[in-house]
């Protein structure tokens, strides 16, 4: 079993920064990619970015520029660094996991709002 823990939400302004982090514990050896998704109220979760134990990385093209993943193996953290915050990035943000089996966090609300 694989548990983590998403930090680092909260509320701020439009054009702020905000960082999450996720740690991961458990068998760490049952995950090899990481990453951030969202859910905004009345929408699917979507993928916010990704990033393989080799450094591999995506995002989605709303976030490309503005938004960067990165990750400490050696902690088992992955960080997601949010600039130029919208309002349309509200939503709660969820860490998940993943080799043969995907572990997701419990959330994170992220709120960008005058």
């Known amino acids: 079993q694989v548990q983590l823990v998403e930090s680092g939400g909260g509320l701020v302004h439009p054009g702020g920064s905000l960082r999450l982090s996720c740690a991961a514990s458990?068998?760490?050896?049952?995950?090899?990619?990481m990453g951030w998704y969202r859910q905004a109220p009345g929408k699917q979760r979507e993928l916010v970015a990704t990033?393989?134990?080799?450094?591999?990385?995506n995002y989605a093209s709303s976030v490309k520029g503005r938004f960067t993943i990165s990750r400490d193996n050696a902690k088992n953290t992955v960080y997601l660094q949010m600039n130029s915050l919208k309002p349309e990035d509200t939503a709660v943000y969820y860490c998940?996991?993943?080799?043969?089996?995907?572990?997701w966090g419990q959330g994170t609300q992220v709120t960008v709002s005058s």
């Open positions: 998940k996991a993943w080799k043969l089996l995907q572990y």
């Open positions: 458990g068998i760490i050896s049952s995950i090899n990619d």
């Open positions: 990033i393989t134990r080799g450094g591999t990385i």
